[in-house]
Nanobody, 126 residues
Framework: QVTLVESGGGLVQAGGSLRLSCVGSGRNFSTDIMGWFRQIPGNERDFVAA????????TYGDSVKGRSTVSRDNAKNTVWLQIDNLIPDDAGTYFCAARKRAAAGSWRHSSGYGFWGQGTQVTVSS
């Protein structure tokens, strides 16, 4: 069974930082692109960040660009997302996802990701 398990969410004060983790199992994710998406109730999942299989290339959504870092350790089947200088709009459920290298479409589109975690909730207090 393929699973992705996120952790690290919770209540964080605006201006603070958070670091989310995603641990995969049941599949070799080292050849996948790993992504992070955020969702608030009633909305679609918004792209936050993605990282290529060897970690050499990353891309970020406009809302977190310049204050976020995505990283991975394939030996640990783990991906991290750090966001600094949090703002209330960063709140939501954060999902980790994996897409195969050959998947069509942009990394920024959730439709290309075939494996998803259950999400971790982030609340930002102002």
């Amino acid at each position: 069974q393929v699973t992705l398990v996120e952790s690290g969410g919770g209540l964080v004060q605006a201006g603070g930082s958070l670091r989310l983790s995603c641990v995969g199992s049941g599949r070799n994710f080292s050849t996948d692109i790993m992504g992070w998406f955020r969702q608030i109730p009633g909305n679609e999942r918004d792209f936050v960040a993605a990282i290529i299989w060897d970690g050499d290339v990353t891309t970020y959504g406009d809302s977190v660009k310049g204050r976020s870092t995505v990283s991975r350790d394939n030996a640990k089947n783990t991906v991290w997302l750090q966001i600094d200088n949090l703002i209330p709009d960063d709140a939501g459920t954060y999902f980790c996802a994996a897409r195969k290298r050959a998947a069509a479409g942009s990394w920024r589109h959730s439709s290309g990701y075939g494996f998803w975690g259950q999400g971790t909730q982030v609340t930002v207090s102002s």
